[in-house]
Each structure stands twice: as structure tokens, then as C-alpha cells.
């Protein structure tokens, strides 16, 4: 489980501080499916259902893509990509010699992206994972219909063995469209949104193709959702949960999560889908942010010390760096460094995030600090289940909805009728 420092929080705290009694009654409420949007709860359980029915068919795919293909083209957007993208990110910043590159498209309207990727895939022999539970989706519904385009230029008749559809069970143009051409289809569960969906093929199969062993992520999950059963205040998803909503309580609507790893940049993307679909509601919610430490501490440093005083902060620092760094010694010091000369660049990055914490805290800003062992399977695998059953623990004690996402639907309405959509009004 990851470990939470409220330190640096508590002498922001009002009242008696964090309500853990309220925290275990939404827990409670959760696990009893009594609660808003119960019937979106499925992904408590998601980790052992795809064991027990995807988790092969995931991993034959994943090999039949890496042993044929140098790219895969992973098409979709919010819930349907940011997971698999921040694991890929986090685990695998750089592909291994034997590793497709994964590419993510359909998530906006740019076509200088689009042509940027075909550029890039030259005459790679590629795969396409499409993923959309709707299927209705246009961005990747757009960028679907050119990449299926060229799989059909590049591999005829064939083209159709290319295509993996990770999509809703029964409904939907995607799955209809994936019976029809015979794709190899994923389901995304009912009981499941976008956004709490990367413990599924969503987020499994591009991982599986990255190289990562998603089998330790999968059963990693499973001991980390019974480990964060735990109904006490030392439940770490009670504290965060807890914590955040007394800081909102007192005026301080804005959260910047930050890391010290740069591959944490689209882990980071992935919480402010979750935290931001899910709490922004009903004129509610706490803004989420993020912030890359250090470099971004010299150009968003200043606002975060001397501000408006608005923000919190949630720090994610892996105990354990992957690799030992050490400074070297220089017999000349003439840079004056030596005194950094024999320690590992690990420590180092320890002492600046302590420093920051200490200077953040006095300027104001809570602090809470989110301890992950190392950036590996398990890290990632106690990161998604720790951040997911806090969201939902922190939406219940603000009292919304947090598994629907009504104010999604304005944009599009507006954009299809503006496009001359048939029948959009
Ligand atoms: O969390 C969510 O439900 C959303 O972010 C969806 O994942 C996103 O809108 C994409 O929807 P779909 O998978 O239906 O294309």
C-alpha cells in the first residue's frame, strides 16, 4: 500500500481535522453498492474479473503485436487512453529493443498530429487497439476510419487481423462494426467508466504490448484493493480522501499533484481525469492540477510560494529510484559542486523535496506526501487502486455523483450540431 504523510497538512486542518468517521461511512456505502451511481462500481472488483476472463486473451494478443509489428496505434480518448499511456510512461518511458512503439491517436482533433503519426509509421508493419466504450466517441471515431484506411492500403484483405476493438459487450457502432469485420474484441465492463477502466484490456493490452508484465500488475491490484479494505483512519486512501476534502472545507479548492519522476507526466494526466470527471459537479469540486519537480519549480515555483492562496498539494515520491546515480568527484571543483561529489542523484532529488515541502508549507500551501516503494508493476498497481478508491471515497464525502459525467455531454452537442451532424439539434 502507499503511505501517506499528512505533516504537512495538519496545520491547515479546521475543526477536528479530517472526518474519518464520514470517510467510513462512504467506504461503506461504496462497498454496499448503496450509493450514488452504484451500478458504476465494478471496477472494485475489475482486477480479479479480468483474471478470471480476459487477462489470457489480452497477453495471446499482445504477443501475436509484438512478434509481427514494430508499432501499435492506440486510438481513444480520456478513460480510453490516459491510463495505458500513463503506465507506459511510468514503467517503460523508453522502449525496449524489442518493444513496439505505442503510439496514442484519436485523442484530439489536430491533423498535424495525425500526419505527424503516419510519417513516423513510415512502412513500420503496425497494429491498431481501438478503444471507445460508446463508440460513438468522434475524436476516435474519426482517426479510426483514416488508420483502418491505411491498414486496408498496406495490408488488404488482411487488414482486418490488424484491428483489436476494446468497446462496450453488446452495444455500440464499434461493436456492431467488430461483428461484422471479425476484429478480435475487449470488452469495457458495463459497471465500469472511462476513467476507473485501465485495470481492464483499456489499459492492459497497449501496457502488455509496451513490455509490461501486466499479469504482476493485475495481481498486485487484487492484494491492494483487499489490502485497502482497511476500515480505519490508517487507510491510506482515508486519509488522502479525508484530508482534501477538510483543506476544500477551508477554502482550498485547487490541487497540484506533483513528482519528482518526469515519466509520472501522464500518471499525473490519468488523476486529473479521475479526480476532475469525478468531483466537478453539481458547482462543486476541488480543480486538479500538475506540476513536474523540479524543473517546473522554476516557472510555476513562484505562484506555488506566493500566490493566490488557493492551493493544496499532493507530492508522489517513489522511496526507491530504479537506478544509483553517483555525483562525480572533479579534482578542479571549478564549478564548487564537490560538494555534492559521491552522492546519488537520489538522495539529492530526497534533500529538494523535503526543502520544498518545508519552504511550501511555510508559504502557505498544505502538503501531503504520497510514498510509492519504486516506480515499477506494483508501484503502478498500488497508485491506481489507491487513487481510485480515494476518488470515489472524497466524491461521496462532497456528496456528488463522482461515477457520471453529465457536463461532458455540452461541448459535444454544440460541436455536432455546428458540424451538421444528422439529427443533432
Ligand atoms: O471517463 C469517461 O467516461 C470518459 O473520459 C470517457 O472515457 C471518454 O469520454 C471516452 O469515451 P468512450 O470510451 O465512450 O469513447
Same mark, same amino acid.
Given at each position: 500500500?502507499?503511505?501517506?504523510?499528512?505533516?504537512?497538512?495538519?496545520?491547515?486542518?479546521?475543526?477536528?481535522?479530517?472526518?474519518? %468517521?464520514?470517510?467510513?461511512?462512504?467506504? /461503506?456505502? &461504496?462497498?454496499? #453498492?448503496? *450509493?450514488?451511481? =452504484? @451500478?458504476?462500481?465494478?471496477?472494485?472488483?475489475?482486477?480479479?474479473?479480468?483474471?478470471?476472463?480476459?487477462?489470457?486473451?489480452?497477453?495471446?494478443?499482445?504477443?501475436?503485436?509484438?512478434?509481427?509489428?514494430?508499432?501499435?496505434?492506440?486510438?481513444?480518448?480520456?478513460?480510453?487512453?490516459?491510463?495505458?499511456?500513463?503506465?507506459?510512461?511510468?514503467?517503460?518511458?523508453?522502449?525496449?529493443?524489442?518493444?513496439?512503439?505505442?503510439?496514442?491517436?484519436?485523442?484530439?482533433?489536430?491533423?498535424?498530429?495525425?500526419?505527424?503519426?503516419?510519417?513516423?509509421?513510415?512502412?513500420?508493419?503496425?497494429?491498431?487497439?481501438?478503444?471507445?466504450?460508446?463508440?460513438?466517441?468522434?475524436?476516435?471515431? %474519426?482517426?479510426?476510419?483514416?488508420?483502418? /484506411?491505411? &491498414?486496408?492500403? #498496406?495490408? *488488404?484483405?488482411? =487488414? @482486418?487481423?490488424?484491428?483489436?476493438?476494446?468497446?462496450?459487450?453488446?452495444?455500440?457502432?464499434?461493436?456492431?462494426?467488430?461483428?461484422?469485420?471479425?476484429?478480435?474484441?475487449?470488452?469495457?465492463?458495463?459497471?465500469?467508466?472511462?476513467?476507473?477502466?485501465?485495470?481492464?484490456?483499456?489499459?492492459?493490452?497497449?501496457?502488455?504490448?509496451?513490455?509490461?508484465?501486466?499479469?504482476?500488475?493485475?495481481?498486485?491490484?487484487?492484494?491492494?484493493?483487499?489490502?485497502?479494505?482497511?476500515?480505519?483512519?490508517?487507510?491510506?486512501?482515508?486519509?488522502?480522501?479525508?484530508?482534501?476534502?477538510?483543506?476544500?472545507?477551508?477554502?482550498?479548492?485547487?490541487?497540484?499533484?506533483?513528482?519528482?519522476?518526469?515519466?509520472?507526466?501522464?500518471?499525473?494526466?490519468?488523476?486529473?481525469?479521475?479526480?476532475?470527471?469525478?468531483?466537478?459537479?453539481?458547482?462543486?469540486?476541488?480543480?486538479?492540477?500538475?506540476?513536474?519537480?523540479?524543473?517546473?519549480?522554476?516557472?510555476?515555483?513562484?505562484?506555488?510560494?506566493?500566490?493566490?492562496?488557493?492551493?493544496?498539494?499532493?507530492?508522489?515520491?517513489?522511496?526507491?529510484?530504479?537506478?544509483?546515480?553517483?555525483?562525480?568527484?572533479?579534482?578542479?571543483?571549478?564549478?564548487?559542486?564537490?560538494?555534492?561529489?559521491?552522492?546519488?542523484?537520489?538522495?539529492?532529488?530526497?534533500?529538494?523535496?523535503?526543502?520544498?515541502?518545508?519552504?511550501?508549507?511555510?508559504?502557505?500551501?498544505?502538503?501531503?506526501?504520497?510514498?510509492?516503494?519504486?516506480?515499477?508493476?506494483?508501484?503502478?498497481?498500488?497508485?491506481?487502486?489507491?487513487?481510485?478508491?480515494?476518488?470515489?471515497?472524497?466524491?461521496?464525502?462532497?456528496?456528488?455523483?463522482?461515477?457520471?459525467?453529465?457536463?461532458?455531454?455540452?461541448?459535444?452537442?454544440?460541436?455536432?450540431?455546428?458540424?451538421?451532424?444528422?439529427?443533432?439539434?
Amino acid at each position: 500500500m502507499v503511505k501517506v504523510d499528512l505533516s504537512g497538512a495538519k496545520q491547515f486542518f479546521t475543526g477536528a481535522g479530517p472526518d474519518y %468517521a464520514l470517510a467510513a461511512l462512504c467506504h /461503506e456505502t &461504496l462497498v454496499n #453498492k448503496s *450509493g450514488l451511481g =452504484a @451500478d458504476f462500481t465494478g471496477w472494485l472488483e475489475l482486477p480479479q474479473r479480468v483474471k478470471d476472463t480476459e487477462l489470457e486473451r489480452i497477453l495471446a494478443a499482445a504477443k501475436k503485436i509484438r512478434s509481427r509489428s514494430q508499432a501499435l496505434v492506440v486510438i481513444g480518448i480520456g478513460g480510453s487512453y490516459l491510463g495505458a499511456r500513463g503506465a507506459i510512461e511510468m514503467l517503460r518511458p523508453i522502449p525496449g529493443k524489442d518493444d513496439p512503439k505505442v503510439f496514442f491517436m484519436g485523442n484530439g482533433l489536430s491533423a498535424d498530429a495525425l500526419s505527424d503519426c503516419i510519417e513516423q509509421l513510415g512502412d513500420m508493419d503496425f497494429d491498431v487497439n481501438v478503444i471507445s466504450k460508446s463508440g460513438t466517441t468522434l475524436e476516435p471515431a %474519426a482517426a479510426f476510419r483514416i488508420f483502418r /484506411e491505411l &491498414l486496408a492500403k #498496406k495490408y *488488404g484483405e488482411e =487488414a @482486418d487481423e490488424h484491428i483489436f476493438a476494446t468497446t462496450d459487450a453488446k452495444r455500440g457502432v464499434l461493436k456492431s462494426l467488430a461483428n461484422d469485420k471479425g476484429w478480435e474484441s475487449f470488452v469495457v465492463p458495463d459497471d465500469v467508466g472511462g476513467r476507473f477502466s485501465v485495470l481492464s484490456a483499456v489499459g492492459l493490452l497497449p501496457m502488455a504490448v509496451a513490455g509490461i508484465d501486466v499479469e504482476k500488475v493485475i495481481d498486485c491490484a487484487i492484494a491492494e484493493f483487499k489490502a485497502l479494505d482497511l476500515r480505519s483512519p490508517e487507510n491510506p486512501a482515508w486519509q488522502y480522501a479525508a484530508a482534501r476534502q477538510n483543506l476544500y472545507g477551508k477554502g482550498f479548492d485547487t490541487e497540484i499533484l506533483g513528482c519528482y519522476e518526469p515519466s509520472f507526466r501522464f500518471m499525473a494526466e490519468w488523476w486529473k481525469q479521475l479526480y476532475g470527471e469525478s468531483e466537478g459537479k453539481d458547482g462543486k469540486g476541488i480543480f486538479p492540477a500538475s506540476v513536474e519537480f523540479t524543473a517546473d519549480l522554476h516557472s510555476m515555483g513562484q505562484y506555488i510560494q506566493a500566490g493566490r492562496r488557493s492551493l493544496m498539494e499532493s507530492v508522489v515520491r517513489f522511496d526507491h529510484s530504479r537506478t544509483a546515480f553517483l555525483f562525480p568527484n572533479d579534482a578542479q571543483n571549478a564549478d564548487g559542486l564537490n560538494y555534492l561529489a559521491g552522492r546519488d542523484i537520489a538522495e539529492i532529488a530526497n534533500i529538494a523535496a523535503d526543502a520544498v515541502r518545508d519552504a511550501h508549507v511555510t508559504g502557505g500551501v498544505p502538503n501531503m506526501v504520497i510514498h510509492v516503494e519504486k516506480r515499477d508493476e506494483a508501484g503502478f498497481a498500488s497508485l491506481v487502486c489507491f487513487f481510485e478508491l480515494a476518488c470515489a471515497i472524497s466524491g461521496y464525502m462532497s456528496r456528488v455523483n463522482p461515477f457520471d459525467q453529465p457536463g461532458v455531454e455540452a461541448y459535444k452537442k454544440n460541436m455536432f450540431r455546428m458540424l451538421g451532424k444528422p439529427g443533432a439539434v
